[in-house]
Every structure is written in C-alpha cells, then in structure tokens.
C-alpha cells in the first residue's frame, strides 16, 4: 500500500463514519456498527492500520498519526451516539405512556383523612375533643384491660401482629379508651382517630393495616339511647337523612351491650344497593371502667369504633379498599377540592 491509498482509505472512513453512526437506531445495530469500524478483527480501521506496516518507513510515523485521529473522531462520535441511545432506551423501558405529566400532577387530601377531618368536624359540634394513642401498644392496653379473658379465643378475634419483646401493633384504637380515662377522669367525649394492624391478607376487603376512629363518651347516667341518638345523628349528618342505617345486636368483649351500625349504599361494584357495616359499639363494659380506674357504679359510658375506610368507601362508592393505598395521582386527584 502506497502512503495515498492509505490516505485515502482514511479520508473514506472519517467520510462514511459519522452518516453511519447517526443511521444507528439501536443498541444492537450500535454494537454491529462498532464491530465494523472499529472492531478488532474485520473492523475497517485495524484493516488500514495493519496496512501501517507494508507501507514505506519514512511514511508511517505520518500514517499512524492520520489513522489514529480517525480512530479518536469515530470512536467520539461512537460514543456519543451510544450515550443517546441507551438514554432513549431507559425512556422506553420505564415510561408509561398514559402517566400524566408531572407537571400537571396535584397533591390533593387523601379520601380517608377527608372522611376522618369531616367525622372529626361533626363530633366536635357535639363536644367531643380528639385523643390520640400509640401504635404499637401492650397486651394489656389493647386486650386484657378492655375484657378480653386472658388465654381465651376471643383474643384471636383479632389476628394481632406481635413485636419482638412483648409488645404488639394494636389490633383496633379500643386501647385509647383506656389511656385516655385513666389521664383525664369523666366526664369526657373523646374521638381517637389512627391506624391499626391485623395479620390479614391484602384483597378488596382486608389489609394488614387500616385507619380506625374510636368515639368514647363516659358521664352519669349514660344509657344506650345517648348512643342510638348520636350514631343516628351522625349518619344522618354524614350521608344525608335519606340514607337508611341500622343497628344489628354484636358483641365485643369490651361493651354490653354491643352492635353494629350498618349503612345501605351502592360501591359501584356491580352488586347493586346493600348494607355494609360501618362500625361496631355499645355501652362500656363496667369490666373496662374498672380497669381504668372509673368507678362504673357512678358512671357509665358508650363507645364506637368506625372504619374511616370503610366509610370512604361507602361515600365515594369505591368497590375495592385496595385502591386506598394506591398512590396513583389519577385516583387522588378526584378528591381534589
Ligand atoms: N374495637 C372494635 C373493633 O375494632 C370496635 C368497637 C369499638 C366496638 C368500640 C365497640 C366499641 O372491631
């Protein structure tokens, strides 16, 4: 090879070299195109450089340095081209194409706080003031001083989540009940709104854990009318006075006596108009008083339990709980105020 050919094959390779590379649309074809200018074996530039030696030796200080500029222009725009294309590659890979544009995302207050915030709003109308407790809270507060009998089945009512060293997650905000009248002596109304935990499985109907208000009024001469007329009050308040509720008889180891309050509502899910539980209540248990340091001969008290969840659920017709704790902007963003 004479020292212009060499030249030449140079020049046509930083020539062709830069349409090629642009050509390019993907990773593979990136790499086949890599291997066939600049590769080891085959490639078009150690092709020429292996040239460097047949040329005449005054000649290849000159050559090496002309086919060594070329290889540095091809391997830069190589390079360059690479870069673009694994970026376009990752943008493929993650991107939804229906995801709203972050810029058009809204924050906006989560359905089950609104329906917390609101529940809040109509108890303290009433005079009721907000309590809160801890989550992870001991056997005692969350069973034993609420009348579940030690060892009993009862106890499993409640797939309870233990920790290490005794404690456990609370199973319901029941245990404020507790903790709150032994801080503060009655008269009190307290509303106790927070999360609990239950060892269930995530589906439509159950999560491990979920939001709770806890309603507690203890005074002299309490009875289950005071109760019945709030409640009522309440769901009339809430949904609307059209909305048909009921009282069906229940029990918990803590009230007595107890019930559930159901609300008649359509979820949306095809199964038409029926009554789905909203909370449980009934009057304290003179047990529960005793444990918190009342006397239940003086007093006596009712309680509720509601799940704000549940609740949200029933206002928005949401037929599935799992979307509760969905952090899609496009089903938050239709609670937006
Ligand atoms: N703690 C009960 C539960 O989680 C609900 C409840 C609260 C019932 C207060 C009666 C009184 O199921």
């Known amino acids: 090879m004479t020292l212009d050919e060499f030249k030449r094959a140079c020049e046509q390779l930083a020539a062709d070299g830069p349409a090629l590379i642009a050509a390019v649309g993907d990773l593979v074809a990136w790499g086949e195109l890599r291997n066939s200018l600049v590769g080891r074996t085959g490639g078009r530039l150690t092709d020429i450089m292996s040239a460097l030696g047949s040329l005449p030796k005054e000649d290849r200080r000159a050559a090496g340095q002309l086919a060594n500029a070329t290889k540095v222009a091809i391997e830069e725009l190589l390079e360059t081209r690479r870069a673009e294309l694994a970026g ?11 995801m709203p544009a972050r810029q058009n995302w809204r924050g906006s207050v989560h359905p089950v706080s609104l329906v917390i915030d609101e529940i809040s709003e109509i108890f303290r109308e009433l005079g009721f003031s907000i309590a809160l407790g801890p989550e992870a809270e001991t056997e005692w507060y969350n069973f034993l001083s609420l009348n579940f009998p030690a060892d009993h089945p009862a106890m499993e009512l409640h797939d309870t989540l233990y920790l290490e060293g005794g404690g456990l997650l609370r199973t319901h905000t029941s245990p404020v009940q507790i903790r709150t009248l032994q801080k503060y002596p009655p008269p009190i109304r307290i509303l106790a709104p927070g999360n609990v935990y239950r060892r269930d499985f995530f589906d439509a109907t159950h999560s491990p854990m979920f939001a709770q208000i806890e309603g507690l009024a203890v005074d ?4 289950f009318a005071d109760l019945k007329a709030t409640l009522t009050h309440f769901a009339r308040r809430f949904y609307g006075a059209s909305r048909r509720t009921r009282f069906r008889p229940s029990f ?13 509502v359509d979820l949306g899910d095809g199964r038409g108009v ?15 008083l005793e444990n918190a340091g009342v006397d239940s001969e003086k007093f006596t008290g009712w309680a509720f339990g509601m799940g704000p969840g549940r609740i949200a ?11 509760l704790f969905d952090s899609d902007v496009r089903f938050l963003e239709q609670f937006a105020r």
């Open 88 to 98: 376009a590659a990752k943008t493929v890979a993650i991107g939804d194409p229906s």
């Open 274 to 288: 029926r009554w789905i539980e909203i909370m449980g209540c009934g009057l304290v248990h003179p047990a529960a």
């Open 252 to 264: 918990f180891p803590f009230t007595e006596p107890s019930a559930e309050m159901d609300v008649e």
């Open 220 to 223: 002299e001469g309490i009875s």
């Open 313 to 323: 659920q029933s206002r928005y017709g949401i037929p599935d709980c799992r979307v």
